[in-house]
């Protein structure tokens, strides 16, 4: 029996959606909307209207907020009982993951950019060639 492999959709269509995605609960990821700004969509006004969410959108996001998580827990400090040198050695190191947590924003940014300008791309394609048929 043959595995059938699945295309990332295109668009989360609910709660449901957006928890499985995330192997989740519904509860936790509106949680995460609400107290880390999740970036989900909602179609109309209120908290109980429709909601979508973009992949590519989630993905960044959890790229992202994950280091924000982090940032606020490694922040250096100076505790009187450690030696002089190691405190260089422990500055350095906060130094080095805050320095490592900026690219890795860098590069998601760079990749939901590349991404959308691929869909213009795609779009625009499809555009001349229907022309041209």
Known sequence: MGHATRAMPAV??????????????????QRWERE???PVHRIGRGRRSP?????????????????????????PHTPVEKPQENLSVINRSHELVARSHELVRRVAEASVRQHYEMELLRKRLTNITARLL
């Open 36 to 38: 880390l700004r999740l």
């Open 51 to 75: 909601v979508y969410a973009l992949p590519t959108e989630l993905n960044f996001w959890m790229t992202t907020v994950g280091l924000e998580s982090l940032r606020a827990k490694v922040t």
């Open 12 to 29: 989360l269509n609910s709660w449901k959606e957006i928890a499985s995605y995330f192997g989740r609960g519904v509860r936790t990821v």
